[in-house]
């Protein structure tokens, strides 16, 4: 058995709210990505994930009817809402650190809970460059592209202030398009980041 | 609410009610004679919002407010049996509009039950007239509005919730009031209905094609290219893809959209791509083609704001009030057109 087929059988999995509904997929370093996949039951993820041994499990934001249609647009026609997702990687940032990352992932935070109010939500470390928050509060499963892009559009670098453009004391340096596009699909809590050296899991911070 | 409020607004599910439990018949008000004033008040206000882009605010008693209650249905009976996207537009808007006026006159606990009507929960100080409301509730409608103050970062949220002003809280009902309107229409209309409604048909159809000429906008697609009419945020796109500049990838998008979209032939377009760093002519070809709908889904260059979200806006003075990169284009043309048109004739 290979280490990550270990890790999978041993390992506590992470099982998204209305599991059912969410489209899986999967990735071996090097290969095309296989997706719309969904599953009955989180055991039968793992049992998925042990015999096939990805290299990277991602889970789509989005819950849908019928989680493994295909063309996308089918899948979009039983849309039943989405998470709201951040994702802040060190790569990305003007201060390139990970260490810089985890400061505005936790001011992040802040702000999602103390100014928007948010009461369910999932920090998790990404187990490579950066971190992710997954948002699962009601209010915000029906949001559109739109309203979802004021929300990444909160944390931008500048705002208008009586027509001068001012620093947005909310910046925060977040991954837009994560944010807006809810068809996107996000590295599964609990599994493993596998890279050609290193092999992490991306774990639950709180 | 009552009658007066109803026909002032008249999408609100009060009004619904209101209607639904009158003896009156949809039949009736476009069929029988003692109607004829209420079809006549209907064509009266398309007509109006065409012209005006608004319905003049006018105090009603109690008859003339059921009046004008009658006369919403027939109106979207009107409307739905033009289908015109302008025109269902345009009456949309001047119904909000009216509405908002309305609206300015109410008291704290007519506005608390006007957006419990709407679906929205909000709180009205009886001192200040300030209404406090969750932040999904604000940009579920504020988002379509352009102006900074209406950013969710120009407003400040405290645990989910904001507090705006009297005038700002009618302007988002006003909105929430254009779109309950737009909503299902045009919807179906019996063919005996319309063939009662044929004489107010054809005044409004008048109406819109004098309209239509005024404004000179045509439903056809853009018939050459027009390089000379490009927003400045492709101009600056295209020089650096031929000034050897690596694109960002949602820009490359946005530039290979909008080509598309004002009717660009993919050669032309992969020639534009030819000088960037890193050309592969294949890859170009299979992606133009896959945007311009080659494997089922055409795409639409994304609007403005998206993409100053994603970095790309230019945000020049000329782009002021304009939110996406198509309605630059076809106004320049338009202007363009205008002014040769001009130059042919003296």
Redesign the interface.
């Known amino acids: 058995m290979s280490s990550i087929s270990d890790y999978y059988w041993h390992a506590p999995l992470y099982e998204p709210p209305d599991f059912t509904s969410r489209e899986f997929g999967f990735r071996k370093n090097g290969e095309k990505m296989v997706r719309h996949r969904a599953f009955s039951s989180v055991q039968k993820l793992r049992t998925y994930l042990i015999e096939t041994a990805p290299d990277h499990v991602y889970f789509s934001s989005s819950k849908y009817k019928d989680p493994a249609a295909y ?1 996308m ?1 089918d899948k979009k026609k039983g849309w039943e809402g989405a998470d709201l997702i951040f994702d802040i990687d060190f790569d990305h940032l003007e201060k390139p650190t990970l260490r810089e990352a985890k400061k505005q992932s936790e001011k992040l935070l802040m702000i999602l809970e ?5 009461k369910d939500i999932l920090y998790v470390d990404s187990g490579s460059r950066g971190y992710h928050i997954h948002v699962y509060d009601k ?2 499963q029906k ?1 559109d ?3 979802r ?8 670098h500048y ?3 009586r ?1 001068m453009k001012v620093i ?1 004391p ?1 910046w925060v340096e977040i991954d ?2 994560v944010t ?1 596009d809810f068809t996107r699909l996000i590295r599964l809590p609990e599994s493993l980041n596998v890279k050609k050296d290193t092999m992490r899991p991306c774990t639950i911070l709180r | 609410m009552d009658i007066i409020d109803f026909a002032n607004i008249p999408c609100t599910t009060g009004a619904l009610e209101y209607l639904k439990d009158s003896t009156v018949g949809s039949v009736d008000i476009c069929t029988d004679v003692a109607y004829e004033s209420v079809r006549s008040t209907a064509t009266g206000h398309i007509i109006e919002a065409l012209q005006n882009g608004t319905l003049k605010y006018r105090r009603y008693n109690e008859p003339a407010a059921n009046k004008e209650l009658l006369a919403y249905p027939v109106a979207r009976m009107i409307v739905s049996s033009i289908n015109n996207t302008y025109l269902t537009k345009r009456y949309a808007l001047a119904v909000a509009k009216l509405a908002y006026e309305h609206i300015m006159n109410f008291r704290a606990d007519a506005l608390g039950e006007l957006a419990a009507d709407f679906g929205i929960s909000a709180t009205v100080d009886a001192k200040t007239m300030s209404a406090t409301i969750h932040f999904t509730d604000y940009i579920h409608h504020a988002h379509v509005l352009h102006e900074p103050k209406w950013k969710l970062s120009s407003r400040t949220v405290k645990e989910g919730m904001l507090t705006i002003s009297k005038g700002d809280f009618a302007r988002l009902m006003e909105e929430v009031v254009r779109k309950k309107v737009e909503f299902g229409l045009p919807h179906e209309v019996p063919q005996e209905i319309r063939e009662a409604l044929k004489q107010y048909i054809i005044e409004v159809q008048e109406a819109a094609s004098i309209r239509a000429n005024k404004q000179g906008f045509s439903e056809e697609g853009f018939s050459e290219v027009s390089p000379g009419c490009f927003p400045p945020c492709i101009n600056s796109a295209i020089t650096d893809a031929q000034a050897n500049v690596n694109l960002s990838h949602s820009m490359r998008f946005a530039m290979t959209t909008f080509l598309l979209n004002i009717g660009m032939k993919p050669e032309k377009i992969t020639d534009i791509f030819r000088a960037s760093p890193d050309f592969r002519e294949q890859d170009t070809n299979y992606q133009i083609n896959h945007i311009g709908g080659a494997s089922g889904t055409a795409y639409t260059c994304p609007t403005c704001a998206t993409r100053t979200t994603n970095g790309n806006g230019p945000g020049k003075s000329s782009c002021k009030k304009i939110v996406h990169p198509l309605v630059y284009y076809r106004r320049k043309v338009w202007l363009e057109n205008k002014k040769q048109t001009k130059k042919v004739i003296s």
Do not use: H, W
Not at chain 1, 149 to 156: L, P, Q, V
């Open positions: 063309p647009e103390e100014r928007l109010g948010f209010c915000v949001l592209n739109a309203e892009r004021e929300i990444a559009d909160f944390f931008s705002k208008m202030r027509s947005n909310n837009t398009v807006t």
